[in-house]
């Protein structure tokens, strides 16, 4: 059996569950998501936790029976205690701030870019940070992940200075400038 797959999803208190076939609704104190699984994967409820059975061993099977059973959890812990991206800003001049809901970038380009949130995302810039930290909160994993790679994507950091948008805690490999420079 499938590690991940065989493992039961344990609901934590105020987070409901409708199943419906292969259309799970899951609802917490954060939110609600609701997703379609494979029909060839069994979902069904018992002992206040949800339990993924797969029909046989074939290796699509086993690949779909250990997804379902993560993206089950991922959305369990979305509506019960949310995900987080912390992106840092580092560059002279660079910085973020927001714009009622929307985050305005400052990241040398010839305009400020203004980055609208999708439903169910919020963004955090704290006052201590001077502008150089983000935070992209939200209940869907995925989204989450998407946006935060979009803030990255309009100033990737380079190698030669360093200047631009990473995750908090991203190395990035520095490079030698030209030979003659030193």
Excluded: C
């Excluded at 409708?18 to 018992?46: C, H, W, Y």
């Excluded at 948008?165 to 991203?170: H, M, N």
């Amino acid at each position: 059996m499938s590690r991940i797959g065989k493992q039961p999803v344990p609901l934590p208190d105020k987070v409901t569950a409708a199943i419906d076939r292969n259309s799970v609704k899951i609802s917490g104190p954060k939110g609600e998501l609701t997703r379609d699984f494979s029909p060839e994967m069994a979902i069904r409820q018992e002992n206040g936790s949800i339990i993924v059975e797969r029909p046989s061993d074939l290796r699509h099977h086993k690949a779909l029976h250990g997804l379902t059973r993560a993206l089950l959890a991922n959305m369990v812990e979305g509506v019960s205690q949310g995900f987080r991206k912390t992106l840092e800003i580092q560059g002279v001049g660079y910085q973020a701030s927001l714009q009622g809901a929307n985050l305005q970038l400052r990241l040398g380009h010839s305009h400020e870019v203004l980055v609208a949130p999708p439903a169910d995302i919020s963004f955090d810039v704290p006052k201590d940070s001077r502008g150089t930290i983000i935070h992209v909160d939200g209940i869907d994993k995925q989204v989450v992940g998407q946006v935060a790679a979009d803030i990255r994507g309009w100033r990737p950091p380079e190698p030669y200075k360093g200047k631009g948008v990473r995750y908090l805690g991203e190395y990035v490999r520095r490079k030698a400038g030209k030979a003659g420079k030193r």
